[in-house]
């Protein structure tokens, strides 16, 4: 299997640790160890205090999966395969469900692995855009259009990265029905779900909403816990879940035991974390209303609906790869250009889960006062 570069990846190799304020991360603030472990319950807090840095089970905890199953309404703890964060779930979902001659239709932009495994793997990889003039949002009969009787599945991201973008109920029970119809699964990335701005607008969970349906959980975005790298896999098609169980047998093996215990303490507490971790986003998003209304003309933004990032386009007149260059030289504050999603329309990720946002945000806009006015 030949992998092309990570390109998003390889720039946050370069930047993530020497920049100094982050004004693009996808995640959340993350928490820090004590104040997680304050929240743990009697049984978690035994659990931690006793536990044995043995090899784990190789599906992940059973206790674990139990409280992950519960965030689902038709998901058992057996329906449910932990992993070391979704990227490994993603590499062994494609690598298990795809080869030479299959088909995929995946949104465009995405992280990356979502179409580079399956592209890897040998798959044909069709690509359905996400548009800034129609709000970021998809296309549904645009997606049926890109169906094709070999395709095997439909990958799609919500609240989408980078975008923010978050179907209506229409859409996504139109994309149900496209994959029943079809015979495609449907896999949805659902890294952000719990953090729409308007609970009413969360979407039922894919691995509910259809029997071969995957959802892709994490603990990395919504529950800021991204250094614990667990994510996982839940659908109610035992059979896959079998198979990818025993291609995780050459990935990790198995889950890294502290992780699991966090991840199920933080689960356990899961109305105090997400309280959290929405005020702080609900702490930056007004910021970032009034800046793009400050800057109207000169960045243009399509306002997210969920999830901690979004999308806007640089329209002055100065390629997004310079600026955020210089601007990150200049004053310590990184974007991400575009051009890692293969955006070629000027475009930048905004991150907007990080405490320190109304620092760098002045310093953007001290910058761009400097230069783009
Ligand atoms: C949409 C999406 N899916 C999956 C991942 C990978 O998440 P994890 O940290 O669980 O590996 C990311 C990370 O940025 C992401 O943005």
């Not at 979902?93 to 399956?118: F, K, M, T, W």
């Not at 169906?147 to 229409?170: Q, Y």
Request: hydrophobic share 50%.
């Amino acid at each position: 299997m030949r992998l092309a570069d990570f390109t998003l990846e390889r720039f946050f190799a370069r930047w993530e640790f020497a920049a100094e304020l982050l004004l693009c991360a996808s995640d959340v603030e993350g928490w820090p160890l004590r104040e997680l472990l304050e929240l743990a319950d009697d049984d978690g807090r035994r659990r931690w205090n006793e536990l044995r840095l043995g090899y784990t089970e190789s599906s992940g905890d059973p206790a674990l999966r139990a409280e992950i199953a519960s965030l689902y309404e038709r998901v058992q703890a057996d329906d449910v395969l932990v992993f070391a964060g979704a990227e490994e779930a993603i590499f062994a979902l494609h690598n298990v469900l795809l080869g030479p001659g299959d088909h995929s239709v995946i949104v465009r932009p995405a992280y990356q692995s979502l179409a580079e495994v399956a592209r890897a793997a040998g798959a044909d990889v069709a690509r359905v855009e996400l548009r800034e003039a129609n709000g970021w949002r998809l296309d549904a009969s645009e997606l049926g259009a890109a169906l094709r009787p070999n395709t095997h599945l439909i990958l799609v991201n919500e609240p989408h990265n980078p975008t923010g973008a978050l179907s209506d109920r229409a859409t996504f029970d139109r994309l149900a029905e496209l994959a029943a119809e079809s015979g495609a699964r449907l896999i949805v990335d659902e890294a952000y779900r719990f953090l729409e701005f308007d609970e009413a607008d969360r979407l039922p969970a894919c691995a509910d909403a259809l029997e071969t349906g995957v959802s892709i959980g994490l603990m990395s975005k919504s529950f800021a816990l991204a250094g614990l790298r667990i994510g996982w896999i839940a659908t109610r098609d035992r059979e896959l879940l079998a198979r990818l169980a025993a291609f995780k047998d050459y990935t990790t093996i198995c889950n890294s035991a502290p992780s699991e215990v966090l991840a199920l303490i933080a689960l356990r507490a899961r109305d105090r974390v997400l309280a959290r971790n929405r005020a702080i986003v609900g702490a930056n998003l007004p910021l970032l209303d009034a800046f793009f209304g400050r800057w109207a003309g000169v960045f243009e933004w399509v306002r997210p609906r969920g999830g901690s990032v979004g999308f806007p386009r640089l329209a002055a007149d100065v390629p997004i790869d310079r600026f955020a260059d210089d601007l990150v030289r200049e004053t310590g504050v990184l974007l991400l250009p575009g051009t890692v999603f293969a955006d070629t329309a000027n475009h930048f990720r905004i991150g907007f889960g990080r405490a320190n946002l109304p620092v760098a945000l002045e310093r953007l806009e001290a910058y761009a006062d400097r230069t783009l006015r």
